[in-house]
């Protein structure tokens, strides 16, 4: 089983909803990272998780809060998010998170603020 | 300078023919390197990656990698109206206890019949 996965694969929220994101793997992957990807640009990294702890957050604003509660699954929790906070939003996990590991990548979360 | 680069394209090659596309990076410490295909409102799908330097081929692809001159190229053989997508360039950079990748802008390939 090579599959991430990510619940729902489409969020529409207001900017007083506080939502969450799903990601899931059986891969047996020690890392676990957050993405978002804007049309037409690059994914950019957001947050990464190793052996469930948080290694790296690039300056994400405190709307978006990140939560690993094992090994297998990954949430990032939404609250009081800007319009222009819309975009594909993609969770990936690889073996380790040191480097010569592959990432591999869920389908995604598109989230529309309105 | 930007950490990785490569060409936006788009790069058009007929059906049948050899596509090359190419990226450089900036630092000098990088130690993997990894090529994305994505096609439009899909997630990145992992075609190739490559750690030491020279050719690594798998199908109709091939990874290059040239530490030296901090290039890295993907070469698609046989190319099929499948291929096209927008392909990113992602380097693995290490950072205190974990590493992360770094993506180019990614190259729109469009194969013509």
């Known amino acids: 089983d090579t599959e991430v996965t990510q619940t729902p694969k489409h969020l529409v929220m207001g900017m007083t909803n506080k939502k969450s994101l799903k990601c899931e793997q059986h891969m047996g992957h020690r890392a676990m990272y957050w993405y978002k990807q804007k049309a037409k640009k690059p994914p950019e990294l957001m947050f990464v998780?190793?052996?469930?702890?948080?290694?790296i957050n690039e300056s994400v604003p405190s709307r978006f809060s990140p939560e690993c509660p094992n090994s297998s699954l990954l949430n990032l929790h939404l609250h009081a998010l800007q319009p222009e906070d819309s975009a594909l939003y993609l969770c990936?996990?690889?073996?380790?998170?040191?480097?010569?590991?592959?990432?591999?990548f869920g389908p995604g979360t598109r989230l529309t603020v309105l | 300078q930007k950490e990785v680069e490569q060409n936006s394209g788009p790069l058009s090659v007929p059906e049948g023919a050899i596509a090359s596309l190419n990226c450089t990076y900036s630092?000098?410490?990088?130690?993997?390197f990894f090529w994305y295909r994505q096609y439009s409102g899909k997630s990145p799908e992992l075609i190739m990656f490559i750690y030491s330097n020279g050719d690594k081929e798998d199908g109709r692809f091939t990874a290059q990698l040239n530490k030296a001159s901090q290039y890295v190229s993907l070469l698609i053989r046989d190319s099929q109206p499948s291929d096209s997508a927008t392909y990113l360039c992602a380097v693995n950079m290490l950072y205190s206890s974990a590493s992360k990748i770094i993506f180019g802008s990614g190259t729109r390939l469009s194969i013509r019949p």
């Open positions: 990936a996990s690889s073996q380790t998170a040191g480097s010569h590991n592959e990432q591999f």
């Open positions: 630092d000098r410490g990088s130690q993997s």
């Open positions: 998780y190793s052996y469930e702890k948080l290694s």
